[in-house]
Protein backbone atom coordinates (compact mmCIF):
# COMPACT_ATOMS: atom_id res chain seq x y z
CA UNK A 1 0.00 0.00 0.00
CA UNK A 2 1.27 3.39 -0.74
CA UNK A 3 2.23 5.96 2.07
CA UNK A 4 0.80 8.98 0.39
CA UNK A 5 0.74 10.35 -3.01
CA UNK A 6 3.49 13.21 -3.71
CA UNK A 7 3.21 15.65 -6.48
CA UNK A 8 7.11 16.62 -7.16
CA UNK A 9 7.40 19.90 -8.73
CA UNK A 10 11.01 20.46 -10.02
CA UNK A 11 11.81 21.81 -13.25
CA UNK A 12 15.84 19.93 -13.09
CA UNK A 13 15.38 16.88 -14.61
CA UNK A 14 18.54 15.14 -12.51
CA UNK A 15 17.61 16.33 -9.40
CA UNK A 16 13.28 15.34 -9.68
CA UNK A 17 14.73 11.73 -10.70
CA UNK A 18 16.66 11.59 -8.40
CA UNK A 19 14.72 12.64 -5.77
CA UNK A 20 11.23 10.59 -6.80
CA UNK A 21 13.09 7.25 -6.84
CA UNK A 22 14.43 7.78 -3.56
CA UNK A 23 10.23 8.88 -2.13
CA UNK A 24 9.32 5.78 -4.68
CA UNK A 25 12.07 3.63 -2.44
CA UNK A 26 10.50 5.11 0.72
CA UNK A 27 6.56 3.51 -0.70
CA UNK A 28 5.35 6.63 -1.92
CA UNK A 29 3.58 6.99 -5.16
CA UNK A 30 5.14 10.34 -6.78
CA UNK A 31 4.28 12.20 -9.61
CA UNK A 32 6.02 15.32 -11.25
CA UNK A 33 5.86 18.35 -13.07
CA UNK A 34 8.43 20.35 -14.83
CA UNK A 35 6.42 23.74 -14.38
CA UNK A 36 3.90 25.34 -13.09
CA UNK A 37 1.33 24.52 -15.93
CA UNK A 38 1.65 20.81 -15.50
CA UNK A 39 1.72 21.32 -11.79
CA UNK A 40 -2.08 22.75 -11.86
CA UNK A 41 -2.82 20.03 -14.63
CA UNK A 42 -1.58 17.01 -11.86
CA UNK A 43 -3.79 18.87 -9.34
CA UNK A 44 -6.52 18.54 -11.46
CA UNK A 45 -6.69 15.06 -12.61
CA UNK A 46 -5.18 13.22 -9.14
CA UNK A 47 -5.27 12.24 -5.92
CA UNK A 48 -2.75 14.04 -4.33
CA UNK A 49 -1.77 14.03 -0.86
CA UNK A 50 1.35 16.46 -0.51
CA UNK A 51 3.58 18.44 -3.03
CA UNK A 52 6.92 19.26 -2.69
CA UNK A 53 7.98 22.29 -4.33
CA UNK A 54 10.77 24.24 -5.95
CA UNK A 55 10.22 27.99 -6.13
CA UNK A 56 12.17 28.23 -9.33
CA UNK A 57 10.29 27.32 -12.48
CA UNK A 58 10.23 28.39 -15.90
CA UNK A 59 6.97 29.82 -16.18
CA UNK A 60 5.72 31.05 -13.02
CA UNK A 61 7.23 31.29 -9.56
CA UNK A 62 7.06 28.78 -6.91
CA UNK A 63 5.49 31.23 -4.25
CA UNK A 64 2.76 32.62 -7.01
CA UNK A 65 2.03 28.56 -7.68
CA UNK A 66 1.65 27.98 -3.54
CA UNK A 67 -0.73 31.19 -2.87
CA UNK A 68 -3.23 29.21 -6.02
CA UNK A 69 -2.87 26.19 -4.18
CA UNK A 70 -3.31 27.65 -0.99
CA UNK A 71 -6.36 29.34 -2.17
CA UNK A 72 -8.54 26.90 -2.73
CA UNK A 73 -6.81 23.46 -1.01
CA UNK A 74 -5.20 22.65 2.25
CA UNK A 75 -3.05 20.55 0.92
CA UNK A 76 0.32 20.45 2.39
CA UNK A 77 3.15 22.32 0.87
CA UNK A 78 6.74 21.67 1.43
CA UNK A 79 9.24 23.97 -0.38
CA UNK A 80 12.46 22.82 -1.75
CA UNK A 81 14.78 25.71 -3.12
CA UNK A 82 18.32 26.81 -3.12
CA UNK A 83 17.04 30.43 -1.84
CA UNK A 84 18.69 31.17 1.39
CA UNK A 85 17.40 34.48 2.25
CA UNK A 86 15.11 34.74 5.15
CA UNK A 87 12.52 36.38 3.60
CA UNK A 88 12.22 33.85 1.29
CA UNK A 89 11.52 31.42 3.94
CA UNK A 90 9.29 33.60 5.82
CA UNK A 91 7.00 34.36 2.09
CA UNK A 92 6.24 31.05 1.59
CA UNK A 93 5.27 30.12 5.06
CA UNK A 94 3.34 33.47 5.67
CA UNK A 95 1.23 31.74 2.30
CA UNK A 96 0.30 28.48 3.58
CA UNK A 97 3.43 26.74 3.08
CA UNK A 98 3.85 24.25 5.53
CA UNK A 99 7.52 23.98 5.37
CA UNK A 100 10.45 24.55 3.79
CA UNK A 101 13.94 23.02 2.78
CA UNK A 102 17.38 24.46 1.54
CA UNK A 103 19.22 22.55 -1.09
CA UNK A 104 21.01 20.67 -1.28
CA UNK A 105 19.03 19.06 1.68
CA UNK A 106 19.34 15.14 3.32
CA UNK A 107 16.99 12.89 0.97
CA UNK A 108 16.25 11.06 4.28
CA UNK A 109 15.37 14.48 6.14
CA UNK A 110 13.01 15.20 3.57
CA UNK A 111 11.42 11.89 3.75
CA UNK A 112 10.58 12.00 7.37
CA UNK A 113 8.95 15.46 7.28
CA UNK A 114 6.82 14.50 4.54
CA UNK A 115 5.47 11.40 6.80
CA UNK A 116 5.57 13.65 9.80
CA UNK A 117 3.39 16.08 7.81
CA UNK A 118 1.31 13.46 6.29
CA UNK A 119 0.52 12.10 9.67
CA UNK A 120 -0.62 15.25 11.17
CA UNK A 121 -2.61 16.10 8.51
CA UNK A 122 -4.01 12.86 8.29
CA UNK A 123 -3.21 12.98 4.54
CA UNK A 124 -2.04 9.67 2.75
CA UNK A 125 -2.46 6.32 4.82
CA UNK A 126 -1.93 8.19 7.44
CA UNK A 127 -4.01 8.80 10.72
CA UNK A 128 -3.80 12.32 12.30
CA UNK A 129 -1.99 12.76 15.04
CA UNK A 130 -2.89 14.97 17.97
CA UNK A 131 -0.69 13.32 20.80
CA UNK A 132 -0.78 16.23 22.80
CA UNK A 133 -4.36 16.06 22.44
CA UNK A 134 -5.50 12.75 22.88
CA UNK A 135 -8.89 11.61 24.24
CA UNK A 136 -10.00 15.30 23.29
CA UNK A 137 -11.85 14.58 19.94
CA UNK A 138 -13.30 17.80 19.18
CA UNK A 139 -14.05 21.16 20.74
CA UNK A 140 -16.96 23.28 20.71
CA UNK A 141 -16.78 27.38 20.96
CA UNK A 142 -19.18 29.76 20.44
CA UNK A 143 -21.01 28.35 17.44
CA UNK A 144 -18.02 26.41 15.80
CA UNK A 145 -16.06 22.77 16.12
CA UNK A 146 -12.91 21.83 16.57
CA UNK A 147 -12.50 18.53 14.49
CA UNK A 148 -9.39 16.80 16.29
CA UNK A 149 -9.70 13.43 14.60
CA UNK A 150 -10.77 15.13 11.03
CA UNK A 151 -8.39 17.71 11.42
CA UNK A 152 -11.47 20.25 10.45
CA UNK A 153 -13.19 23.54 11.90
CA UNK A 154 -16.77 23.68 11.05
CA UNK A 155 -19.29 26.29 11.82
CA UNK A 156 -22.76 26.36 12.89
CA UNK A 157 -24.42 24.41 9.94
CA UNK A 158 -21.48 21.71 9.75
CA UNK A 159 -20.24 23.37 7.04
CA UNK A 160 -16.36 23.19 6.72
CA UNK A 161 -14.12 25.98 7.12
CA UNK A 162 -10.83 25.73 5.14
CA UNK A 163 -7.95 25.74 7.41
CA UNK A 164 -4.38 25.56 6.23
CA UNK A 165 -2.59 22.90 8.75
CA UNK A 166 -0.18 25.99 10.07
CA UNK A 167 -4.06 27.97 10.84
CA UNK A 168 -5.53 24.90 12.01
CA UNK A 169 -2.43 23.62 14.80
CA UNK A 170 -2.59 27.60 15.94
CA UNK A 171 -6.75 27.59 16.50
CA UNK A 172 -6.07 24.02 17.96
CA UNK A 173 -3.56 25.22 20.47
CA UNK A 174 -5.27 28.48 21.81
CA UNK A 175 -8.82 26.40 22.07
CA UNK A 176 -6.72 24.11 24.48
CA UNK A 177 -5.88 26.92 26.44
CA UNK A 178 -8.62 29.13 26.59
CA UNK A 179 -8.42 32.11 28.61
CA UNK A 180 -4.43 32.09 29.26
CA UNK A 181 -1.95 34.08 27.06
CA UNK A 182 0.22 32.09 24.87
CA UNK A 183 3.17 33.82 23.54
CA UNK A 184 4.47 33.62 20.17
CA UNK A 185 6.95 31.67 20.47
CA UNK A 186 4.60 29.08 22.51
CA UNK A 187 2.27 29.68 19.48
CA UNK A 188 5.01 29.22 17.09
CA UNK A 189 5.93 26.02 18.64
CA UNK A 190 2.54 24.71 17.88
CA UNK A 191 2.93 25.86 13.88
CA UNK A 192 6.52 24.88 12.93
CA UNK A 193 8.17 21.77 13.15
CA UNK A 194 11.60 23.48 10.93
CA UNK A 195 14.67 23.39 12.37
CA UNK A 196 15.44 26.76 10.98
CA UNK A 197 12.10 28.81 12.74
CA UNK A 198 11.29 31.41 11.43
CA UNK A 199 10.10 34.40 12.43
CA UNK A 200 7.48 35.59 14.92
CA UNK A 201 5.69 37.68 12.61
CA UNK A 202 4.39 34.63 11.23
CA UNK A 203 2.09 34.16 14.12
CA UNK A 204 0.31 37.51 13.29
CA UNK A 205 -0.19 36.78 9.82
CA UNK A 206 -2.19 33.55 10.71
CA UNK A 207 -3.91 35.42 13.45
CA UNK A 208 -5.05 37.78 11.24
CA UNK A 209 -6.21 35.11 9.08
CA UNK A 210 -8.15 33.01 11.38
CA UNK A 211 -9.73 35.87 12.53
CA UNK A 212 -10.88 36.83 9.29
CA UNK A 213 -11.99 33.63 8.57
CA UNK A 214 -13.88 33.03 11.88
CA UNK A 215 -15.86 36.28 11.19
CA UNK A 216 -15.61 36.97 15.06
CA UNK A 217 -12.39 39.00 15.58
CA UNK A 218 -13.52 39.32 19.07
CA UNK A 219 -12.25 35.25 19.91
CA UNK A 220 -8.76 35.90 20.03
CA UNK A 221 -7.83 38.44 21.85
CA UNK A 222 -4.33 40.00 21.63
CA UNK A 223 -2.23 40.88 25.01
CA UNK A 224 0.25 43.69 23.90
CA UNK A 225 3.44 42.73 24.71
CA UNK A 226 2.91 39.53 26.22
CA UNK A 227 1.20 37.34 22.83
CA UNK A 228 -2.30 36.11 22.26
CA UNK A 229 -5.11 34.43 24.35
CA UNK A 230 -8.39 32.56 23.49
CA UNK A 231 -12.03 34.01 24.61
CA UNK A 232 -14.25 31.71 23.40
CA UNK A 233 -16.58 29.36 25.49
CA UNK A 234 -15.42 26.10 25.25
CA UNK A 235 -16.72 22.96 25.63
CA UNK A 236 -14.65 19.46 24.79
CA UNK A 237 -15.18 15.76 24.53
Not at 2 to 25: I, M
Not at 101 to 108: A, E, L, N, S
Not at 117 to 129: C, E, F, I, K, S
Not at 211 to 236: C, D, E, H, M, S
Request: charged share 25%; with cysteine; net charge negative.
Amino acid sequence: MSSGHLLVVEDDEFVQTLLAAYLEKEGFKVMRALNGREMLCLLSQERIDLILLDLTLPDEDGLTLARQVRARSTIPIIVLTARTERHDRLAALEIGADDYMVKPFDPQELCLRVRNLLARTGNGDYPVQHAQHRGRESISFDGFTLDMAGHALLDSEGEQIQLSPAEFNLLSALAHAPGRVLSRGQLLDAVSRNDEAPSERLIDVLISRLRRKLGQPQLIVTAPGLGYRFNGKTTGY
